[in-house]
């Protein structure tokens, strides 16, 4: 019996080293993507063991030199790919693996598989329809906060984020009968509390009516946007609090899209370009300039600049970051 296991090891480890050294090819279409995986003769007889996501191979043929080459031919919604959204990109990806044993052992091989394609316009992903989160209403108007899970594609199912990594927070306004507004987030600061005191230790990360200063720090942005009612805000997690809960103190404002000035805006530092971008009108920049000192407004009184949109102050949380160096914090 001993021997036979031994034997069964150098088996499937020959097999994974075949199947390392195979030959990949992939050509992504509009909705689906063929796959040709060319194999040795070893792998030949094993080739049902082999995998695209969920699916077997569509077709096997056998070469004359005694190689095979397995096709996958498939929709992505056939072989549950999962669909990401980043930035201007749709991505579906999946793995090619090898399984010589059935679920839940793990499989020998695996090759990830990515088709890329260019965000329709117009696409709104599902999370766009509000329903999760914080919500408040205001002048008539509905206002929504979440955390968004990796993909992008809906509310995340935990609030434990490993430091460093980006926390996406959507937040959204439903406009019901009012004319087509734009989302801001005016102020945005972390604390330890969910409410905001003179003692609180806080982390600012926009302020200047607009200026995302978490960008020029590290790696946070604002992503393009799915529609004018929505933003979101690519936070890059920091160690304030860590292993404590953490709030997300922000101010929303609807405002009326065709005026924005140095005091309504969304801008994000592009290290790239060493500059402030403007995130709705990259032509009109220059509103960003005061971010490196204080941004005013063209507007002297406030009931007038109030007149063109609405604002609210949500808080987002707890949300807990943790340091996966750190024992500690890692059991969170």
Not at 61 to 74: C, Q, R, S, V
Not at 228 to 238: E, T
């Amino acid at each position: 019996m001993v021997t036979h296991r031994c034997l069964g090891v150098i088996i499937l480890a020959v097999f994974a080293t075949t199947v390392a050294n195979a030959s990949i090819k992939v050509v992504c279409a509009k909705d689906s993507v063929r796959i040709t995986w060319r194999i040795n003769a070893e792998l030949v007889p094993h080739a049902a063991r082999l995998f695209l996501g969920s699916c077997m191979p569509s077709k096997l043929d056998t070469l004359p030199t005694g190689e095979g080459e397995a096709h996958f031919d498939y929709q992505f919604d056939d072989c549950k790919f999962k669909r990401q959204v980043k930035g201007k990109h749709l991505l579906y990806k999946s793995e090619l693996t090898y399984r010589p044993q059935a679920k839940p052992k793990p499989a020998a091989f695996t090759h990830p598989i990515e088709c890329v394609y260019k965000r329709p316009d117009g696409f709104i992903p599902p999370f766009l329809n509000p329903g999760s989160g914080v919500s408040a209403g205001r002048g008539g108007l509905v206002f929504h906060m979440a955390l968004l899970n990796e993909q992008l594609t809906g509310v995340a199912k935990t609030n434990v984020i490993p430091l460093g990594s980006f926390m996406p927070i959507w937040a959204a306004v439903e406009q019901k009968s009012h004319q087509p507004l734009l989302l801001l987030m005016e102020e945005c600061v972390a604390a330890t509390t969910p409410e905001l005191h003179p003692g609180s230790e806080v982390y600012p990360i926009i302020s200047n009516n607009g200026c995302l200063l978490d960008s020029m720090r590290g790696n946070s942005v604002f992503l393009p946007r799915y529609h004018s009612s929505a933003i979101i805000l690519y936070l890059q997690s920091f160690k304030l609090g860590v292993g404590m809960e953490v709030y997300i103190h922000s101010k929303l404002v609807a405002w009326d899209p065709e005026i924005l000035d140095e005091s309504k805006k969304a801008c994000h530092y592009i290290r790239e370009n060493g500059r402030w971008e403007l995130l709705d009108d990259p032509s009109r920049n220059s509103l960003c300039n005061c971010c490196d000192y204080t941004c005013k407004s063209r507007f002297k009184r406030g009931i007038e600049r109030e007149s063109h949109g609405f604002s609210y102050s949500s808080v987002l949380g707890p949300l807990i970051i943790v340091d996966p160096s750190d024992s500690k914090t890692h059991n969170v």
